[in-house]
């Protein structure tokens, strides 16, 4: 199987500050990768499909990006509000991995 | 508005059985793949299983497999997870989630419902 392997497991940046989280893919799963957010309590919210298509409603802050098997997740200005959990899963074939996680949190 | 609404978790004893149903609402829920994902206690995400959307194609995490059986009916607009021979390990928030798009189940996951929790202990 697929393993998906997520960085950091935890940050601290400030307000403003640039963050990126990434997530490297033990083998080619092409654009197949999304990245979930899960506030603290919270259900999971989809934020980003196929790598890099930011979902409806969420901030132009966050982005998407893959070289190769490693993805991005970058937020531009970090903002309180996205204190969180953030999470990637491939769904090129089954099973549907998600990486282990990243918590963000502010300075 | 599309909305799931996990119901059955609660506790049971170790090689027990549990089944876990969704209520979907909101879409075509025929047309979709839909998922089982949990969330053990302080832990992060684990994807459990997949069913398309007419039911004929299922697919399990190697961590249930023989023991989870997923299905749904789709003329109750409900999908379900039938969970034997439960262990400790399997204690988590059980959340359903439909696929984003039709026709294959090879989509992440938009629309995710609030969760029912499974509790297995003596």
């Known amino acids: 199987d697929i393993q998906m392997t997520q960085s950091p497991s935890s940050l601290s940046a400030s307000v403003g500050d640039r963050v990126t989280i990434t997530c490297r893919a033990s083998?080619?799963?092409?654009?197949?990768l999304a990245w979930y957010q899960q506030k603290p309590g919270k259900v999971p919210k989809f934020l980003i499909s196929a790598a890099s298509t930011l979902q409806s409603g969420v901030p132009s802050r966050f982005s998407g990006s893959v070289s190769g098997t490693d993805f991005s997740l970058i937020i531009s200005s970090l903002q309180p509000e996205d204190v969180a959990t953030y999470y990637c899963?491939?769904?090129?074939?089954?099973?549907?991995?998600f990486g282990g996680g990243t918590k963000v949190e502010i300075k | 508005e599309v909305q799931l609404l996990e119901s059955g978790g609660g506790l049971v004893q170790p090689g027990g059985s549990l089944r876990l149903s969704c209520a979907a609402s909101g879409f075509t829920f025929s047309n979709y793949a839909m998922n089982w994902v949990r969330q053990a206690p302080g832990k992060g995400l684990e994807w459990v299983s997949v069913i398309s959307g007419r039911g004929g194609n299922t697919f399990y995490a190697d961590s249930v497999k023989g023991r989870f059986t997923i299905s749904r009916d789709n003329s109750k607009n409900t999908l379900y997870l039938e969970m034997n021979s439960l262990r400790a390990e399997d204690t988590a928030v059980y959340y359903c989630?439909?696929?984003?798009?039709?026709?294959?189940?090879?989509?992440?996951?938009?629309?995710w419902g609030q969760g029912t929790t499974v509790t297995v202990s003596s």
């Open positions: 989630a439909k696929a984003q798009g039709t026709m294959t189940i090879y989509y992440d996951m938009d629309v």
């Open positions: 899963q491939k769904y090129n074939s089954a099973p549907f991995t």
């Open positions: 083998q080619g799963i092409s654009h197949y």
